[in-house]
């Protein structure tokens, strides 16, 4: 049964505040695993504009990571120099993990669309909530990361992260988790 998304914001499958939330998602060392046996990402809602969140986690992956990075945004034909693509299904390969920037109600169709690619994770940037579409997504085998933002993840497990997510640039003696 596939969970389309409801028109507006009023859906039922808007996000849910903090204290209503029951779902949990992999931990941290499950998500270290997926970063680490990640060999491509493509990254859903993908947008030119160097203003968008989805622009700057697509600039850190390209350089700081040996990630094969993929844009999907059916409106625009490059992205950081590299081909948009309109949908998963148009990938020159099944991704390892799908990162979506979307609005919560698009989170159904997203992991529809995942899964009718075989895709195994489906990671929803920080901020989106839908619920129900994890669990729907976790019934048909998907592993599911929601409200977690794939850049802050890699850059806290490989020593890069500091008060505000970025790369501070210092040399620290501090042993990284490779």
Known sequence: MSLDAAPGNDSPRAPLGEEQRTWIGPDAKARLKILRTAKSIAIVGASPNPARSSYFVGTYLQQSSDYRVYFVNPNAKSILGETAYPGLASLPEVPDIVDVFRRAADIPAVIDE????????????????????????????????????????????????HLLGFDTGQITARKTIR
Not at 123 to 131: A, C, K, P, R
Not at 140 to 161: N, Q, S, W, Y
């Open 114 to 161: 995942a899964l009718l690619i075989g895709a195994s994770t489906v990671w929803v940037q920080l901020g989106i909530w839908n619920q129900e579409a994890a669990v729907y997504g976790e019934a048909k085998g998907l592993t599911v990361v929601m409200d977690r933002c794939l850049k802050i993840e890699h850059a806290r497990f490989h020593g890069g992260l």
